[in-house]
């Protein structure tokens, strides 16, 4: 059964961190990301790794406050997060792609995924 299962949001204060798990089974993925939808918006991929060419993607908005990790032995990937904005706030969804070929670039900025898990609500606010 394909699952990906996302896990660690909540309430933060500005400034603060989170974590994010997304715990991936029942398939092999060449691509994997975090995508963030905020009320009354679109959904906006945060950031994306290609497995087989190690490369990541960050959205500028998070770059240097966002980091994306793998653990291979648990099929989890992190999301965590610093410096956290009000502007931060949203359901985060992480998603995979089972095929190659398309840049992590694309994929995050296209929404480009062949499996979705269900979200995690991350609200940062005083």
């Known amino acids: 059964q394909v699952q990906l299962v996302e896990s660690g949001g909540g309430l933060v204060q500005p400034g603060g961190s989170l974590r994010l798990s997304c715990a991936a089974s029942?398939?092999?993925?060449?691509?994997i990301g975090w995508f963030r939808q905020a009320p009354g918006k679109e959904r906006e991929g945060v950031s994306c790794f290609s497995v087989r060419a190690a490369t990541t993607y960050y959205a500028g908005s998070v770059k240097g406050r966002f980091t994306i990790s793998r653990d291979n032995a648990k099929n989890t990937v992190y999301l965590q997060m610093n410096s956290l904005k009000p502007e931060d706030t949203g359901v985060y969804y992480c998603?995979?792609?089972?095929?190659?070929?398309?840049?992590?670039?694309?994929?995050?900025?296209?929404?480009?995924?062949?499996?979705w898990g269900q979200g995690t609500q991350v609200t940062v606010s005083s």
């Open positions: 998603a995979a792609k089972t095929s190659g070929g398309t840049p992590v670039q694309s994929m995050c900025t296209m929404n480009v995924a062949d499996f």
């Open positions: 029942g398939f092999t993925y060449y691509a």
